[in-house]
């Protein structure tokens, strides 16, 4: 599986960004793709994933009501839609694929199988 992730930027606050993923090859065993982000001096963090067979989305607390993942299973894509971005989203977005942990109801960096190349998304205030 190779994923291509595009679309960050620079932009002001309160501004607009919406990031793709393409999947490439994908396997029937990730069933879940997402966003997780790194911003400097810190870890890599869930943003946001959503789920290839119901399309069940979940969102960090910190981007609910902001934005807004979804997909298009023809096309092997998924979107994250930023809205309202804050200088604290400033970040470089990596698009993971791997699978669901039904036990802790999430999906996190251990559970993924694939990593897309990263890209920039910085906020000015």
């Known amino acids: 599986v190779q994923l291509q992730a595009c679309g960050g930027g620079l932009v002001q606050a309160g501004g607009s960004l919406r990031l793709s993923c393409a999947a490439s090859g994908r396997t029937f065993s990730n069933n879940v793709m997402g966003w997780f982000r790194q911003a400097p001096g810190k870890e890599r963090e869930f943003v946001a994933s959503i789920t290839w067979g119901v399309g069940s989305t979940q969102y960090a607390d910190s981007v609910k009501g902001r934005f807004t993942i979804s997909r298009d299973n023809a096309k092997n894509t998924v979107l994250l839609q930023m809205n309202s971005l804050k200088p604290e989203d400033t970040a470089v977005y990596y698009c993971?694929?791997?699978?669901?942990?039904?036990?802790?109801?999430?999906?996190?960096?251990?559970?993924?199988?694939?990593w897309g190349q990263g890209t920039q998304v910085t906020v000015s205030s």
């Open positions: 993971a694929a791997g699978l669901w942990d039904y036990y802790s109801n999430t999906f996190y960096t251990g559970n993924v199988d694939y």
